[in-house]
Every structure is written in C-alpha cells, then in structure tokens.
C-alpha cells in the first residue's frame, strides 16, 4: 500500500510563494511520475504538474507555467511543487498523486493515477 502525505499549504497573499511536499511511502517510488491536482471550491479537479519518473519531463497546466517548479527526491521518496507570484485564483486544495503505470511520463488525465494523498489547502488572499 502506498500512501502519501502533503504538506507546505497555508495562506499566502498574492505574488507570494509557497512549497508543497508530498512523502511517498514505498520503495519503488523512483518508478513512478508523479503528478500535482488542485480543486477549488465548487470547481472540478484539474492538473497542475507533473514528472515523469526518471525526472526528466515535466508538464505544467497553462494557468501555472512560468510561475511553478516540479521537482522530486527519489533518494528521500519526496515531490515538490515551488509555486511562486502566487494568484488568488490558485486558491484550493493541492493533491499529490502516483501515476498507476511504471516508468510514466506524467499524465495530465487525473484517472490515471491510482494514489492520492489527503490534499493540502493553499489559499491565496488579494
């Protein structure tokens, strides 16, 4: 069983920055992409980013390019997301996800991930 845990949200105002961790359990961590969801209330969830397993492709949504950073430890079995010049409209709870195939490139598609941590609320004040 997998399981993982974030942690590094908080209220922030706006064109600040924030962190996000996600500690995964398990020892085949560096098999796997990782990927990064949000939903904001009454909205459904969407991609934020993801990496692949071997690191070396990321994808960010349009709303974050240019403003968030993917990033993953395998030696610690950690993924991080630095998010920067942060926006009220990055207001939500951030899920960190395990891609259900090995070796994967990080799908945008949030059905294709089988883990899902319990999410960590960013809210971001104007």
């Known amino acids: 069983q997998v399981q993982l845990v974030e942690s590094g949200g908080g209220l922030v105002q706006a064109g600040g920055s924030l962190r996000l961790s996600c500690a995964a359990s398990?020892?085949?961590?560096?098999?796997?992409?990782m990927g990064w969801f949000r939903q904001a209330p009454g909205k459904e969830r969407e991609f934020v980013s993801s990496l692949s397993a071997s690191g070396s492709t990321r994808n960010y949504a349009d709303s974050v390019k240019g403003r968030c950073t993917i990033s993953r430890d395998n030696a610690k079995n950690m993924v991080y997301l630095q998010m920067n010049s942060l926006k009220p409209e990055d207001t939500a709870i951030y899920y960190c996800?395990?891609?259900?195939?090995?070796?994967?490139?990080?799908?945008?598609?949030?059905?294709?991930?089988?883990?899902w941590g319990q999410g960590t609320q960013v809210t971001v004040s104007s």
């Open positions: 996800a395990r891609e259900e195939r090995t070796y994967g490139m990080g799908s945008r598609r949030s059905y294709e991930y089988d883990y």
């Open positions: 398990g020892r085949t961590f560096r098999n796997y992409a």
